[in-house]
């Protein structure tokens, strides 16, 4: 036994919706073979970030396990965090005359950003700082040291302004500000008289810090559910969710978390893994993407290669759970409240349902799940519950 | 007004369904004239044991009420309980060379253990014991006395292994674990002598101790919701579960949780008792125990059986509500948690759903419900519902 999970990041979307519109004859078929439903990731017309989103669906309460987002691109990013780490989500940002004129220095190449990471401090006072470049802007940034905190505020403005000083939310926190704020300004001061950014018209000259959380330790969902559980993913943040939760993250050449990201790759990789995993999690997030830019053509045709890729694992799964973390409906460019569909193949009821999509699994026989009926539906579908009573 | 609440144990299954196959034609009837719907009793996707499953179902939240499954089948088995009283479900079982080579000393006939049961210790100390034979191996064992606690482990092994001694799980349950280890030993002795036993080639002589719960009075149905109710079942745990809630027991000659039973007669009785009662509770054991053997015809059968025998109550009820506590899947032999369908007739809407079967009720009218639920459904169909607010 052993179930495929996909999360098709952003899915849901409104009328017309390019999942009704795309051409996907696979999910069709686990459709009308299967059992469908709507699902809440967070709750009822609640708008999901896509970690909150994922930890929920993974069966961990954001409310009690949420570390913030700053742990979760740090252990996606390859970071081998230990308990009591501080970690933010930083970008390269161009400062100019004291304001901070692009927020993600011209979307700076991946190359020349992780040659300008390397020369940032790794010391500050007694704190030890790890950063590691992820793609182009993105940098996960960690402070490791004695009396850390994360109850600072961010220094993005999220505007063509001056970066903020960090301040303490606490008053613990008063040691960790002073630190983030000595490594901004002596990062901007290395950084501004690096010969690799004159050649830039918006040259990486700051660092802006945000998502500011604390890691510790969670039990794992082997630990906790008895699951031995892989990540197949592009993008950081899912990967760290995964690290976070205990998953092991099998790296797939090719994935990319974008357009042009190896989906039959990932979809071979997820046939292999069934044979050694009870729940192989597989994550695309491009749909999100399009989603953000409004682009219904681009969102439909990456549902239409999903499905084609589909085909490689279903004849290594007892079970497929295919779904979103939330709605970006291509008409709004963001995430939204809106309920994501949800299709469950293999072990499940059969309910009359015969096309995958918003407007037919609203009528099927699951009726609306929140996100945290996922973990127990995993676990009934792999006979992994466990019975309360006798 | 009288409702006629009918639990089929093990009801809910997978398709091809036993429901769905059968013929049914007064449930689908009943289907026709009234509404349906989805029913998970702990949870959706959760799998439950029947005894947490009843109590929900009763209104009884089994995270306040559960008392273990112990004091619920000493008070089936017709024990008069007292408040901290501990007690056991017990098994005859077969000891050999100091290993437990049968669990169920052979499913010895009730004749015989019946009068084995009678020569078993009624006193440890200053502990009384007080020991019920209730069907073939099945015990109830209850000990009273002062300073006595179920935080005891579970003598035992489930397995072909030595028995297990009883250990306190809390400081205070010493006392506790030294009387029952002291009733096994000396019930081995006592058994090992007995004439009896020795025509038995399984010969009964251990007794196993699991399920401990302490027992504690709890408000009654009468008290909570105003309600007169009246259990008729064949299982000894359902009846305790209807003792432990306030209702009136009442026994039908024939009514023996299993295949052979009476289930005309017990319609019979709850066609009386709907004169009576406000609420009559009918539990049909059958069905579950053909899930876990895996026995399709059988449960097909059994639920035929019901649906004919319906006939003998349904002039007398103002309401009925038809489910189960579980699905038992004959695929999976054991219980699941998938939904289970949910009937209801009399003082509600119409859903235009004309058969009574998963596939069906998942488009019922009342969408998917909790356990939890069916207290509040009772009350509104009786009338007896406390308006919230003024």
Redesign the interface.
């Known amino acids: 036994m052993a179930l495929l999970l996909v999360v098709i990041d952003g899915l849901g979307d409104l009328p017309p919706s390019p999942l009704e519109k795309a051409r996907t004859p696979i999910m069709d078929r686990l459709a009308k073979e299967g ?1 469908t439903g709507m699902m809440a990731p967070v709750g009822r017309f609640r708008v999901p970030g896509s970690d909150v989103s994922h930890l929920q669906i993974l069966g961990y309460d954001p409310e009690v396990y949420y570390p913030g987002r700053g742990p979760l691109e740090a252990l996606g990013a390859g970071i081998a965090l230990k308990e009591g780490d501080v970690a933010f989500r930083g970008n390269f940002a161009t400062l100019k005359k004291g304001v901070i004129v692009d927020r993600r220095a011209g979307r700076v190449e991946s190359k020349k950003a992780k040659k300008l990471a390397a020369l940032l401090p790794s010391k500050i006072e007694d704190v030890e700082v790890i950063v590691k470049h992820t793609v182009e802007h993105r940098l996960a940034v960690v402070f490791r040291g004695k009396g850390l905190s994360a109850h600072v505020t961010e220094t993005d403005p999220h505007a063509r302004a001056p970066p903020l000083k960090a301040r303490p939310t606490a008053p613990n926190a008063k040691k960790t500000a002073s630190v983030i704020n000595k490594f901004s300004s002596l990062s901007h001061k290395v950084l501004s008289s690096a010969p690799l950014n004159r050649s830039l018209s918006l040259p990486a000259n700051y660092v802006l810090l945000r998502g500011s959380g604390v890691y510790r330790k969670v039990p794992s969902l082997k630990e906790r559910f008895g699951l031995s559980a892989c990540c197949i993913a592009g993008g950081a943040l899912y990967k760290g969710v995964a690290k976070f939760v205990g998953m092991d993250v099998l790296n797939v050449k090719g994935a990319t978390g974008d357009f042009n990201t190896d989906v039959d790759g990932k979809f071979k990789k997820a046939a292999a893994a069934l044979k050694k995993y009870d729940l192989v999690f597989v994550h695309v997030k491009a749909c999100d993407s399009a989603g953000h830019d409004g682009d219904f053509e681009k969102k439909k045709k990456m549902l239409e290669r999903i499905d084609r890729a589909l085909k490689h694992a279903l004849p290594y799964a007892s079970s497929i759970i295919l779904t979103g973390d939330h709605s970006t409906p291509v008409a709004l460019k963001r995430h939204s409240g809106h309920e994501v569909p949800l299709l469950v193949w293999g ?6 349902v015969r096309r995958f999509s918003e407007q037919e699994c609203m ?1 099927g ?5 929140h996100g945290r ?1 996922i973990m ?2 995993v ?2 579908l792999l ?1 992994k ?6």
């Open positions: 059992i072990g499940e009821r059969v309910d009359g009528r026989g699951l009726g609306h799940l009926d127990p539906l676990l009934n006979g519950a466990k019975k309360y009573g006798s």
